[in-house]
């Protein structure tokens, strides 16, 4: 470990051991430093905190609604390009390369544990979780549509019957 990052642990750890010292500090330095036309500090009880931010994220999000949707949106489309790229960028069953054809198959099937937990994830949740996890692929790899759909309904993809047939009559 560098120093500098040695200095930033020490300070971290600190900080959490004299979280009451620290905040009493804060409370003086801004009593000492409020400007004087401030009426005194209001204090908060921490349900009334939590209410507060409450309100505060639900004006916030009507208030810009649209845009933050469609933010959403590109966010999802980024991740979506740049995992699909990640991975191979073509069906590891047929090679179909469309991009909108393309998703992230779970190859053993998801884990049966609670929702959007660990890697039991769907959709834009698992895109923004292979891409901070740095593309796990003992689980995970590129299906076309087709693919995915002939194995979810029948088990197996022709594409994969058809190689196993012929290794068969190739014997
Ligand atoms: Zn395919
Ligand atoms: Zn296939």
Known sequence: MCTK????????????????HLKEYRRKLYLKNRPPDRPRLIV??????L???????????????????????DRHKRNRAIVIEAY??????????TPEFLAIDHINGRDKGPRGQGDN???FQMYAWLIRNKFPKHNYRLHCSNCNNARAWFGICPHERDRNQNAIAAD
């Open 44 to 49: 908060y009880t921490p349900e009334q905190r």
């Open 121 to 123: 994830k769907l959709g």
């Open 88 to 97: 191979g960028g073509k069906c590891t069953c047929c090679g179909e390369s």
């Open 5 to 20: 990052e040695y200095y930033k642990l020490y300070a971290r750890r600190w900080r959490a051991r004299n979280k009451e």
């Open 51 to 73: 209410e507060n931010s409450k309100r505060w994220k639900r004006e916030h999000y009507r208030k810009n609604k649209e845009r933050l949707c469609q933010q959403a949106r």
